[in-house]
């Protein structure tokens, strides 16, 4: 018996059979939510029900060196699921159940398959909520959300991922269970070992549970649209709506003109909040009480705005149908995406400051290539963080590349980073220097040479 027979084995007597996919079982099996017409490659897929079962998947995988890549939704925009056949695949799926909502202490207990959006449902049931939330919340999974330290759309009011994690769980290469399972808001025993796997992508440990913190929801939310004459003009806007609203200000997003009327087309024509032709959108949004983000405040806010020619147009959702309506444009990227072909996606941070400026160049850049035949640019400006979609004519490597440089290279210039949100995986690695020096580099090979000696999990990306 080989070592792939005797490992498929060991697998089958730790999970069951039925929770063991090989062969032709893997052609409905992928690698990312965006390609589900290549079939996964995998030497099985595992799918354990039980925390321990993880812990003996590992320990037998780490004696037979055989590479481990763990799905979760398979919502990454990086590489960091795919595999090239050789690999075991731990699905976490099963492991999907909710725990413990406890109201007192504002925490959720979760394992790590529970789907972000059924998460959100949950606690709202209790008054309570979760406020990371993207596009992807219908099939992202909180353990692969933790591995990814995943941002999202209130980024600027509630941070990223990593400030809601108050306890977590995680198995080494080896099998040994990392636990740390507590509901501790303050916890300053020494360093704080859960960061090591925030954010690590799935190399370091493959994240189990996890308690998460939560909040009380917002009484009242308000949602606006509003176009602007240039770059210069949205930083004042941002500067004037901070200094009147402060921590009110939950979500300030731009949008450039083309990309705005090609997300418009979702609507398919109808209830379109601003005209096009427009150099310049935002979408805000502000949540507290009554006083102070009742929909009328903001109007009044708009409304001395556009007396003051600050800004060229506004306009205020009048009902939670609208509000809805306002984000369905912004967070339903599919629809641009369905316009491309051989499409690039990206999604890097630099200074607020410097957005207008790096836009311009990298558009003017992106204008003299002519296998580009269009390309999408918006983000959560208040955060710094800017996405833009590429779409070309062909898919050769070579142009990719001529691309990847165009994006990329101008963040030194800016101190910027090649991945605001995404991660790096495989398809971001060869430009990690960009943003991160030889210093920096090596420590992050101490550690997993330290945590994962045999390179076993999720090998190759990152580093």
């Not at 998460?119 to 959300?145: C, N, W």
Request: overall charge negative; charged content about 20%.
């Amino acid at each position: 018996m080989d070592t792939a027979d005797r490992l498929l084995q060991g697998i089958v007597a730790i999970v069951g059979a039925d929770n063991v996919l090989v062969g032709d079982e893997l052609s409905d099996r992928f690698a990312h939510i965006w390609q589900t017409h290549i079939p996964l490659r995998a030497t099985a897929v595992a799918l354990p029900t039980r925390i321990e079962q993880v812990s003996r998947i590992l320990t037998l995988c780490n004696q037979h060196e055989v590479s481990v890549v763990v799905h979760g939704g398979r919502t990454n925009m990086v590489g960091s699921t795919e595999t090239d056949g050789s690999e075991l695949v731990i699905s976490m799926e099963k492991l999907n159940r909710i725990l413990e909502i406890d109201s007192d202490s504002k925490t959720v207990t979760v394992e790590a398959g529970v789907i972000l959006e059924d998460l959100h449902r949950a606690v709202q049931e209790v008054d309570l909520m979760f406020p990371i939330t993207y596009g992807a919340k219908g099939s992202a999974q909180v353990g692969g959300m933790i591995a990814t330290n995943a941002g999202g759309l209130r980024v600027f009011r509630y941070g990223m991922t990593r400030q809601w994690v108050l306890g977590l769980e995680a198995v080494l290469a080896n099998g040994t269970v990392i636990s740390s399972m507590k509901k501790l808001v303050k916890d300053n025993s020494g360093p704080d070992l859960k960061q090591l796997f925030i954010g690590s992508e799935g190399t370091l440990g493959v994240v189990t549970r996890a308690v998460l913190r939560l909040c009380h929801p917002p009484s009242h939310r308000s949602t606006a649209f509003v176009a602007l004459l240039d770059y210069s003009a949205v930083v004042r806007f941002l500067k004037s709506m901070e200094q009147v609203l402060g921590p009110s200000l939950t979500a300030f997003e731009i949008i450039w003109k083309d990309t705005y009327q090609s997300m418009c087309g979702i609507l398919k024509g109808g209830g379109i909040p601003l005209a096009f032709g427009y150099p310049l959108y935002v979408l805000l949004e502000t949540s507290g009480d009554a006083s102070a983000c009742g929909a009328g405040r903001l109007e009044k806010l708009l409304e001395k705005s556009l007396l003051r020619g600050e800004v060229l147009d506004a306009v205020v959702a009048g009902s939670d149908t609208e509000q809805a309506l306002f984000w369905r444009i912004r967070e339903d990227v599919d629809h641009i995406v369905s316009q491309c072909t051989h499409d690039q996606h990206f999604d890097v941070s630099l200074p607020v400051a410097d957005i207008g400026a790096y836009v311009d160049r990298v558009s003017a850049a992106l204008d003299r290539v002519l296998e580009v035949d269009k390309y999408f640019v918006y983000g959560h400006m208040a955060d710094g963080n800017m996405h833009l979609v590429v779409s070309k004519t062909v898919g050769s490597e070579e142009l990719k590349e001529r691309v990847n440089h165009i994006v990329y290279t101008p963040l030194r210039d800016y101190g910027g980073s090649i991945s605001a949100e995404h991660g790096i995986g495989l398809h971001k690695k060869p430009y990690l220097s960009y943003c991160r020096n030889p210093e920096e580099m090596q420590l992050m090979r101490t550690l997993k040479n330290a945590l994962d000696p045999k390179g076993i999990l999720n090998p190759g990306k990152i580093l």
